[in-house]
Nanobody, 123 residues
């Protein structure tokens, strides 16, 4: 079993900042890529940012220059620093991780999701 627990969401005014955190725990050998996705009401879940275990990153065009993803491999934690927030950033933000598990038969990979944290950008 693997659990991803997000924190840091909330209400913020336009132009403000928030920092999301996501900690992974459970049966983990190592974690490959970790990322953040978001889903606004009535819309599909979309990629916001992703980071590999080596630190390579990619971002959605809509957040480039405003959001920064980072991770602490020792803590199995990924962060999303969100600056210059806009009302259109309002959504439920989900953490995602490609987790490698080890058993006596070798390794296997599973995709884990957090429960989501709501970010509301409004005056």
């Amino acid at each position: 079993q693997v659990q991803l627990v997000e924190s840091g969401g909330g209400l913020v005014q336009p132009g403000g900042s928030l920092r999301l955190s996501c900690a992974a725990s459970g049966s983990i050998f190592t974690i490959n890529a970790m990322g953040w996705y978001r889903q606004a009401p009535g819309k599909e879940r979309d990629l916001v940012a992703r980071i590999t275990s080596g630190g390579s990153t990619n971002y959605a065009d809509s957040v480039k220059g405003r959001f920064t993803i980072s991770r602490d491999n020792a803590k199995n934690t990924v962060y999303l620093q969100m600056n210059s927030l806009k009302p259109e950033d309002t959504a439920v933000y989900y953490c995602n991780a490609d987790v490698v598990q080890y058993s006596g038969l070798g390794t296997s990979t599973l995709e884990a999701w957090g429960q989501g944290t709501l970010v509301t950008v409004s005056s």
